[in-house]
């Protein structure tokens, strides 16, 4: 089970991008992600008039950090770490300071 997963609410905790919030939109593999929003880079592309594609100067979202990154408790208003626990024999996700599951 991983601590983050797919349309998660993150917050950046570190980087240019500090304080950001948004959400995970795909996992690369353990340790990067790419987030909605956020780490956003000019990607330049060529046209192909074939494929219908304009050519130009393309905005966005690289991967980012998995370490950069907490999960946003919209209860406690900021980024907590992950945990788990089990609960009636599953496994489920928790904030780590209060407890709280992250999937409730």
């Known amino acids: 089970m991983a601590k983050l997963k797919r349309d998660d609410e993150v917050i950046v905790i570190a980087g240019k991008d500090k304080g ?12 990067r992600v790419v987030v909605s929003g956020v780490n956003m880079i000019k990607k330049h592309t060529k046209p192909n008039p074939q494929a219908g594609v304009a050519g130009g100067i393309v905005e966005q979202e ?5 370490s950069n990154l907490a999960v946003y408790n919209a209860k ?7 945990g788990y626990r089990v ?3 599953t496994k489920v996700r928790v904030f780590k300071p209060s407890g ?3 999937d409730a």
Not at 20 to 31: H, L, P, Q
Not at 62 to 66: E, H, K, L, M, S
Not at 76 to 82: F, I, N, Q, T, Y
């Open 20 to 31: 950001k919030r948004g959400t995970v939109r795909r996992i690369i593999d353990r340790d």
């Open 100 to 102: 709280d599951l992250v």
């Open 87 to 89: 609960e009636d024999g």
């Open 76 to 82: 406690a208003g900021k980024g907590e770490r992950v």
């Open 62 to 66: 690289a991967p980012i950090q998995v």
